[in-house]
T-cell receptor
Framework: GAVVSQHPSWVICKSGTSVKIECRSL??????MFWYRQFPKQSLMLMAT?????????EQGVEKDKFLINHASLTLSTLTVTSAHPEDSSFYIC????????????FGQGTRLTVV | QQQVKQSPQSLIVQKGGISIINCAYE??????FPWYQQFPGKGPALLIA?????SEKKEGRFTISFNKSAKQFSLHIMDSQPGDSATYFC??????????FGTGTRLKVLA
């Protein structure tokens, strides 16, 4: 099956600093990538949808200036959490889509962000 | 209309038993229904998926049953094993709403 690699798998950063998370589709070109946030024992909440070469579409309530998304190529999308605060601590997961409109989505292994 | 309701919230099954997880949706625009398995600290892994033109799909021990008129679909895990213990999410997808995930079911299979 398709492989999506997410890096790093965990990161600890100081409050006020920025953290970049990478999401790569290893064996296919992803026309669409999605970024999710997951709180403990809860479901995945879509943060934004990014299409290669265009601006990301953010879900309601997600601060686009805090969560910067760049989808510069068909195999790489990045999420940068800017000026991180403890409340940004969470599990962030990306997925890359294949097929029309990114129907078949494959997920990365997730990134555990802890802001201290 | 964008919600996907999933039940039960948790499930305990004996080894060898059948695990059944149900989901229901409202919006008829959804046209792709995958199930994901997630282990603690890991990203979700696609298990099996179905489109509305099919009423059932089977892959190994995993079967999706789909009832288009009732707007419901379910995952059946046959011969459940302790290694199946994980959280399972159903989802619904459409080009407009993208993926909407259910709330998850924590499955524990007793040895």
């Amino acid at each position: 099956g398709a492989v999506v690699s997410q890096h790093p798998s965990w990161v600890i950063c100081k409050s006020g600093t920025s953290v970049k998370i990478e999401c790569r589709s290893l064996d296919f070109q992803a026309t669409t990538m999605f970024w999710y946030r997951q709180f403990p024992k809860q479901s995945l909440m879509l943060m934004a949808t990014s299409n290669e070469g265009s601006k990301a579409t953010y879900e309601q309530g997600v601060e686009k200036d805090k969560f910067l998304i760049n989808h510069a190529s068909l195999t790489l999308s990045t999420l940068t959490v800017t000026s991180a605060h403890p409340e940004d601590s969470s599990f962030y997961i990306c997925s890359a889509g294949q097929g029309a409109l990114g129907t078949e989505a494959f997920f990365g292994q997730g990134t555990r962000l802890t802001v201290v | 209309q964008q919600q996907v309701k999933q039940s039960p919230q948790s499930l305990i099954v004996q080894k060898g038993g059948i695990s059944i997880i149900n989901c229901a949706y409202e919006n008829t625009a959804f046209d792709y229904f995958p199930w994901y398995q997630q282990f603690p600290g890991k990203g979700p892994a696609l298990l099996i998926a179905i489109r509305p033109d099919v009423s059932e799909k089977k892959e190994g021990r995993f079967t999706i049953s789909f009832n288009k008129s009732a707007k419901q679909f379910s995952l059946h895990i046959m011969d459940s094993q302790p290694g199946d213990s994980a959280t399972y999410f159903c989802a619904a997808f459409s080009g407009t709403y993208k993926y909407i995930f259910g709330t998850g079911t924590r499955l524990k299979v007793l040895a």
